[in-house]
């Protein structure tokens, strides 16, 4: 290992050197490549574009911006290695029995051009990549692990020892054999030394010792240019299986200049690793949260402990457990995401320790909007702690307002240059239709509050009172009454029975019709109350009946036993009539007379159809002779050339 090492330094100082020679010398066209003992350098390696090394004492750390997967870079004094590196873009085809297709299994979201772009863009070569670091074998921690292995082909690869057979739960079995078979293979393949056990009493990483299997022991304290690393939380006993890859994932504590940065992998608590962690770490000034922020990982007890200056999230904010994000908004701890650092196209989060303190370039006044889980749902942070804002602010096309507070206002009404406003329980401006404790509103589309008018939405008409509450049921407006859906606050038309009595609503307005209306072709009477009059009706003088139904009645209609004719525009008829040739007699009442009926001092015979009876007529065996008036004939008279004789009351004598 110690003649690697000085190799490798030999060739850097060999690469500096002709380049500085071939600059001095204005060889622009000079072509030339570099052989070592393990490794050969390709012209691309060589032709990267310049950086800025750190200075002694000074580490960078690179957490590239990658949702919910880790691919960090740690830089020092022209030293690199990777802890861990993304998801890359092969999966099991399910051809090779080993690797089944399993559900969970990611596609399509491989990271390994950018890994590898970036890399190179920091000046990362197979001579100054000194080793790479999987903290577990997940895909999203190193999938890419066989493409950076066989790319810069480090010297030594850190990893713990992963089967199938070890995971006790099946359903988190994934790509996991898939993923670290490629990182093995890559390892053999390049020559590089696989470290997955360690012995603390060995002097340096140097001094890995060979096992029968082909893996080496080796110091888990290790040093990168002028930062130390120490892997932690390894020497699980895996012997009677574990749950999830996640229970013994190693982390990685950076070290210089009295600065602690630990990058925490998956580490969880369910076995206890984060309380004993905590005890050995102590106070850090930057924390990797553990597993992108999730359920069971970075506890109260761990967090508290560790009381992070800085916090780096491979996530959303949102991503981030409750418990977890209350406390680092309490200890006023600086946060940066990766999706915030995508979102701001940043090629990576970078945070620089040094004797003269920590940067980040994420620090750069920004305002951000950050989504939480629970309430308060929205904060407002600068430089990645909690700010105070006032007003109105925009946050994916959302809009959010804030009262002298970081937190954004939630549930309430807000008065803004004299318009109201809603913030719904999520904090975020409502529009549209709003339900506030027990009233509707309606917002429009720049979330101001309409009120005391008609509104259409989706074709349909709505009344907001002087309240912006959504009228419901009757209303009136301007002397004209509507009804509006108790339920939905909808406008109605047409017929409506409302508390058992019909009203007609005029179609295209919705206002109550009163007075004769005319529906369908026929003719209904609404009362001044707007009710459906049925039965007889008394309207401008002149009687009317009106069907059960409402409908006007014409013609000859029956009523409790009696009989009245309705006239073709509904008013009663009395007196004489002529229906269809016959002639009937309506009382005053407009019932139908029947039988013997004395009018204007003279009498009438009505049959029992109530027509008027005319020529010769026999009742109870006597005679009678009503003339073509249908006047009974009284005294003596000549029918059809015969003279004959009545007495007073029109007996035939």
């Known amino acids: 290992m110690f003649i690697h090492a000085l190799t490798s330094k030999v060739k850097q100082i060999l690469v500096w050197f002709i380049c500085i020679t071939a600059l001095t010398l204005c060889a622009g066209n ?4 570099y052989a070592s003992q393990d490794n050969e350098a390709t012209q691309a390696d060589l032709t990267v574009e310049p950086y800025a090394q750190t200075s002694q004492g ?16 740690i830089e020092s004094n022209g030293h690199f290695a990777m802890v861990d590196s993304g998801e890359d873009s092969d999966s099991p085809s399910g051809n090779d029995p080993r690797y089944p297709i399993r559900p969970g299994i990611t596609i399509g979201q491989g990271v390994e051009t950018e890994v590898i772009s970036y890399l190179r863009s920091l000046g990362v070569t197979p001579q100054n990549f000194d ?3 999987g903290t577990h074998p997940h895909s999203d921690h190193i999938g890419t692990a066989d493409e950076i292995i066989n790319t810069f082909k480090p010297a030594v690869v850190y990893t713990p020892y992963y089967d199938d057979s070890i995971i006790t739960n099946a359903a988190y079995l994934w790509d996991n054999q898939y993923v670290y078979d490629h990182l093995m293979a890559a390892a053999k393949a390049t020559g590089a ?4 056990t360690f012995d603390p009493t060995l002097p340096t990483q140097l001094s890995e010792k060979p096992l029968e299997d082909g893996t080496y022991i080796g110091n888990p304290h290790l040093t990168l240019g002028s930062a130390t690393l120490d892997i932690m939380n390894y020497g699980h006993d895996l012997s009677a299986g574990i749950n999830d890859c996640n229970d013994y994932s190693w982390g990685v504590l950076v070290s210089t200049s009295g600065k602690k940065a630990f990058l925490a992998g998956d580490i969880n608590n369910y076995r206890g690793d984060e309380d004993r962690l905590a005890a050995q770490l102590g106070h850090v000034d930057v924390l990797k949260i553990g597993h992108h922020g999730n359920h069971g990982s970075t506890t109260k007890n761990f967090l508290s402990t560790l009381h992070p200056n800085y916090a780096i999230l491979t996530g959303h904010y949102n991503d981030i457990n ?3 994000v209350n406390l680092l908004e309490r200890f006023n701890t600086a946060v940066f995401t990766t999706g915030d650092a995508a979102a701001l196209n940043q090629r990576a989060i970078v945070v620089t320790l040094s004797s003269q303190g920590i940067t980040c370039n994420m620090q750069d006044n920004k305002l951000l909007l950050r989504l939480r889980h629970e309430s308060p749902f929205v904060m407002a942070s600068k430089n990645g702690v909690p700010t105070a804002q006032n007003g109105w602010i925009s946050h994916n096309n959302t809009w959010y307002w ?3 507070s970081p937190y954004a206002t939630e549930s309430a009404w807000i008065k803004d240059k004299g318009s109201w406003y809603y913030l719904k329980e999520d904090g975020s401006m409502a529009s549209g239709w709003q339900k506030v404790e027990d ?6 589309s720049s979330g101001k509050m309409l009120s005391n008018q008609w509104i259409r939405v989706q074709g349909v008409w709505y009344y907001l009172k002087s309240s912006g509450a959504m009228a419901q049921g009757w209303q009136n ?7 509006l859906d108790p339920s939905s606050g909808a406008m109605r038309e047409g017929w409506q029975l409302i508390s058992n009595k019909w009203y007609f609503l005029n179609y295209g307005s919705g206002s109550m019709a009163t007075g004769w209306t005319k529906v369908g072709g026929t003719w209904y009477y609404l009362r001044s109350s707007g009710a459906m009059h049925t039965g007889w009706g008394k309207i401008d003088g002149s009687w009317y009946y009106l069907n059960p139904s409402g409908a006007m009645a014409t013609g000859w209609k029956q009523v409790d036993g009696s009989w009245y004719f309705l006239r073709s525009n509904g008013v009663m008829a009395t007196g004489w009539i002529k229906v269809q040739g016959s002639w009937y007699y309506l009382n005053p009442s407009g019932a139908m007379a029947t039988g013997w009926k004395l009018i204007d001092n003279k009498w009438y015979y009505l049959k029992a159809s109530g027509a008027m009876h005319t020529g010769w007529l026999k009742l109870n065996g006597t005679w009678y002779y009503l003339d073509s008036s249908g006047a009974m004939i009284t005294g003596s008279a000549t029918i059809d050339g015969v003279y004959y004789t009545f007495n007073a009351s029109g007996a035939l004598q």
Request: proline share 2%; aromatic share 28%.
């Open 30 to 33: 000079a072509q030339f490549a």
């Open 58 to 73: 000074t580490v960078r750390i690179h957490v590239l911006p990658f949702v919910w997967m880790d691919a960090i870079v």
């Open 439 to 444: 009233a509707w509103y309606w917002l429009d």
């Open 402 to 404: 804030f009262n002298n």
């Open 131 to 133: 080793f790479y670091i």
């Open 322 to 324: 409750s418990d977890t």
């Open 477 to 483: 407006n301007w002397g004209t009454w509507y009804y």
């Open 193 to 196: 030394r696989v470290v997955q």
